[in-house]
């Protein structure tokens, strides 16, 4: 069957109109915020039923044609890439909030719910939805459990994973399955549910979840701190671990700052020059708590790791502050970075971004080296800016020459290639730096099994 059969095969599966093959979607769907590859899908599909869901994978086996499932396309490791000739199946019309229970404190969605409008419904109605990041205006909860997306409350919430309720997924095979019914407690043996998060679509596709919530926070207050080197980092969080809950406790580099005020739009936090800078918060319920935030603050200063700081005293100025650590990615992106996304355990931190600070410090002596993330549970931002004359493939290729050792680093301390971004296509080559061999035998006999035609979101996360 030629391809133009195929896609009008296709169209008889859909309602009228809800697949496009014309230039301009293919382009904007066929890739995400990576800028590696070249968008090349053959169609765009939008099912708005579970059925026409199952239609389109059970045609895809049928046909042999690859699936690649489509959320925001805010992904920073192309698992949502289709490069060449897959049909992309977009979940932008499966979109509506199916239920709220205020008891169980539960919304049902749909796989293209946004971000931002599930955390603001929890909010009208007195609730949280704690998983949070810069992208989560058009981020969409089918990609946010698909990658098991982290972000900036990880510290005190977790990742995605722990708030998925429940699941409906559509396997490779074409079966609906429910996967874990909303239950708080269930011991029946192996949970699936717990598979399908953080797949990247290779076992099948999520076609309803059920998301837990939280209550609201109360007067969150930040503070950012400029630390005299980044030694001085881990030292200030276990002072203010020590003595607060903390919600979140970020860092950034210098020239990540630089970035962001050069920008224009965002205050500085003071005047004072620092290597580093540690970004925390915390729920200040009481004025106990607050002084006790302003005299761990001192006992910083005094032991010579902070040397200035600032505390927000309303909701603008909390705003202000968050906006220095979350303005950082988007704000690169026009230096068209090389990104690495890395994670250790909390204590292997200083010696592991030592190591790793002087690998790329001796191999890119001409580049710009920012770093910045979620220090607090582990998860470092490594960016390499492209110099501006340099040409993408030259500089991509050289970066590519350094992961190597960076990511042998990464497998002696026992750490992950991929703390929250996902593996997709640009991990995908060293995935065994973070996974066994009889590990990824396994992972591949699993997808077998949800997949045995090999239809949904190939070459994502180990090339079959
Ligand atoms: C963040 O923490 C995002 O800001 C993006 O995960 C990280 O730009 C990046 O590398
Ligand atoms: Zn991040």
């Not at 199952?54 to 489509?70: D, F, Y």
């Not at 972000?151 to 079966?175: C, P, S």
């Not at 596709?205 to 007067?219: G, S």
């Not at 030694?231 to 002072?239: K, Y």
Request: with cysteine; proline share 4%; hydrophobic share 40%.
């Amino acid at each position: 069957m030629n391809s133009h059969a195929l896609i009008d095969e296709l169209k008889t599966l859909l309602e009228p109109g809800k697949v496009l093959t014309d230039a301009a979607s293919l382009d904007t769907y066929g890739k995400d915020w990576t800028k590696q590859y070249a968008p090349a899908p053959s169609a765009i599909a939008f099912p708005k039923t579970t059925e026409q869901v199952q239609a389109i994978v059970r045609w895809a086996n049928q046909r042999q044609v690859a699936l690649v499932p489509s959320g925001g396309r805010t992904g920073l490791s192309a698992a949502a890439v289709a490069a060449n000739g897959e049909v992309v199946v977009s979940f932008d019309y499966m979109n509506k909030v199916l239920d709220f229970n205020a008891t169980d404190r539960t919304v049902v969605c749909q796989p293209g719910v946004i971000t931002k409008q599930l955390q603001n419904l929890a909010e009208e109605n007195g609730l949280y939805y704690p998983v949070d990041f810069a992208s989560s205006g058009s981020s969409q909860i089918g990609g946010n459990i698909g990658t098991n997306a982290g972000g900036i409350k990880v510290i005190r919430y977790g990742m995605t994973r722990n708030w998925v309720a429940g699941l409906k997924v559509v396997t490779g095979q074409g079966d609906l399955l429910e996967l874990n019914k909303d239950l708080v407690k269930n011991a029946t043996g192996y949970d699936l549910r717990q598979l399908f998060i953080g797949a990247e679509g290779t076992l099948g596709f999520i076609v309803e979840a059920t998301m837990r919530l939280d209550r609201a926070p109360k007067n969150l207050t930040a503070m950012v701190l400029g630390t005299a080197d980044f030694d001085a980092i881990m030292p200030v969080l276990h002072a203010f671990q020590g003595k607060l809950d903390l919600t979140a406790f970020e860092f950034f580099s210098d020239k990540a700052l630089a970035k962001v005020l050069g920008r224009g739009d965002v205050p500085a936090p003071f005047e004072t020059a620092c290597p580093f800078y540690a970004l925390l918060e915390f729920e200040a319920t009481t004025d106990d708590i607050a002084d006790t935030a302003l005299a761990t603050f001192e006992h910083c200063v005094e032991q010579g790791w902070v040397l200035d700081g600032v505390m927000s005293q309303s909701e603008q100025q909390l705003r202000n502050l968050w906006k220095l650590r979350e303005y950082i990615s988007e704000t690169i992106s026009h230096w068209v970075p090389y990104k690495n996304d890395i994670s250790v355990t909390i204590s292997k931190v200083p010696a592991f971004l030592r190591e790793i600070d002087a690998i790329v410090s001796e191999r890119y002596p001409a580049f710009d080296v920012l770093w910045y993330g979620h220090i607090g549970d582990g998860n470092l931002h490594l960016n390499i800016l492209k110099p501006e004359h340099m040409d993408k493939d030259a500089f991509f290729a050289e970066c590519a020459l350094v992961n190597t050792e960076v990511f042998e680093t990464v497998r002696k301390y026992n750490g992950s290639i991929s703390a929250e971004h996902g593996v997709g296509m640009v991990k995908r080559d060293y995935l065994q730096y973070s996974r066994s061999p009889v590990e990824i035998q396994y992972m591949k006999a699993m997808k077998a099994v949800f997949d045995p035609n090999g239809v949904m979101n190939p070459g994502k996360i180990f090339s079959i």
